[in-house]
């Protein structure tokens, strides 16, 4: 994005939006996103689906804002009239969000106790005995299919580790969380269409 001068402190929600998607001021969607952060925080809190998922409200936060800033094209934002449709739109973004993490925190909750050996509790134990731990293993990493998904399942569907903790552990493999959260979406989702763990989820 490029960076034009002057203050921004100065401008309404909207406008500070429509220069940056529009005109692509890095300051403007800084400010914005400074301004509302707390808005999408809120809103991350008050998800039902928040209690499942270890994300905090501010992880939520910047997921959402990325996936704003991914989908809102100039012409795109054309179609929202006013600042309340605009965040209207960064709610939805926010749950979405929100939903997804809590998908994630299921996957990580049965690889984890498959892969590490813990104690499953019933109907889990009767899956468990048929599918070996290496078995669905195998099944797990051979979905992985670059350095930065396989770095996602075993740190943060083995181990457990925030978004945040992995960019901080592997900086040259990740360029931001963003790019955490997108690894991590892109392997889950193959997971989910794997006919293997398919069987599994409707035994689950």
């Not at 936060?61 to 965040?87: H, K, Q, V, Y």
């Not at 939903?99 to 925190?105: K, L, P």
């Not at 299921?106 to 984890?112: A, G, I, K, T, V």
């Amino acid at each position: 994005m490029q960076t034009h001068g002057g203050s921004h402190s100065n401008l309404d929600g909207y406008e500070l939006f429509r220069r940056a998607i529009v005109e692509h001021d890095d300051e403007a969607w800084a400010e914005g996103a400074a301004r509302y952060r707390a808005m999408l925080i809120s809103w991350a809190g008050r998800c039902s689906a928040s209690a499942t998922i270890l994300e905090r409200g501010d992880e939520i936060a910047d997921i959402a804002f990325a996936r704003a800033w991914s989908a809102l094209t100039p012409e795109r934002f054309a179609d929202i009239p006013n600042i309340g449709a605009l965040l209207a739109y960064m709610r939805t973004c926010v749950t979405s969000a929100v939903i997804d993490c809590a998908r994630n925190a299921l996957l990580h909750e049965r690889l984890s106790q498959a892969l590490e050996g813990e104690d499953a509790i019933s109907p889990e134990d009767e899956v468990i005995d048929r599918l070996t731990r290496q078995e669905l293993w195998q099944i797990a990493i051979a979905e992985a299919r670059c350095e930065q998904e396989r770095v996602v399942l075993v740190e943060g569907f083995v181990y457990g580790l925030r978004s945040a903790t992995i960019l901080m552990r592997h900086p040259t493999i990740f360029d931001g969380v963003a790019q955490v959260y997108t690894a991590k979406r892109n392997l889950v989702e193959r997971l989910k269409r794997n006919p293997d763990l398919g069987r599994l989820y409707d035994e689950w």
